[in-house]
């Protein structure tokens, strides 16, 4: 089974939204609705809950993130994912350090869906804007899906 990780620094806004949302894409999939999807951040504490603000803007998009834990990455995580999807090139930097046997198969998200060198912005950062970057977000991983999916990314 092809397992893939979405990654974000405290794993409560963007790489739940973007795993909740692939989940979705697969499951509209027959031939990957078994795909696995985690989601883990560089820099959380395991457990914690996503912020109010980020489980509305995920309602209005369609996903449910009212069970969701943040997750610290690890090594195993790491090893288990055939691909890894990062919001920004310092998540892509932060990996390549403390994980350099996973380089070959960590990308930008922006790079996976679409081929663009993009970070995407951190809503704890602009929480005026969480619901605008998530859904730019969660749109582009709709055109990108096939992108994302394509047996050459693993």
């Known amino acids: 089974m092809t ?4 990654v974000c620094t405290g794993n409560l806004y963007r790489s739940p939204v973007a795993a ?12 990957r609705h078994t795909w696995e999807v985690n989601s883990a951040g560089t820099w959380t504490t395991n457990g914690r ?3 109010q603000d980020a489980i ?7 996903l449910d993130l009212s069970s969701h834990r943040a997750k610290m990455i690890d090594r195993q995580t790491v090893a288990a994912a055939d691909l890894i999807l990062v919001m920004s090139s310092n998540h892509l930097e932060a990996l390549q350090v403390e994980f350099p046997f996973a380089s070959s198969k960590t ?4 790079q996976a869906a679409q081929g663009l060198n993009y970070d995407i912005p951190d809503p704890a950062e ?4 969480t619901l605008v970057i998530l859904r730019e977000m969660t749109s582009m991983m709709e055109q990108g899906y096939e992108n994302i999916c394509h047996p050459a990314t693993f």
């Not at 397992?3 to 979405?6: K, N, W």
């Not at 990308?107 to 922006?110: D, E, K, P, S, Y």
């Not at 602009?126 to 804007?129: A, K, L, N």
């Open 3 to 6: 397992s893939v990780l979405f």
């Open 20 to 31: 909740e949302k692939f989940r979705q894409l697969l499951s509209r999939d027959p031939a």
């Open 49 to 51: 809950v996503a912020p």
């Open 56 to 62: 509305l803007a995920a309602r209005s998009l369609g």
């Open 107 to 110: 990308l930008l998200l922006a």
């Open 126 to 129: 602009y929480p005026q804007e």
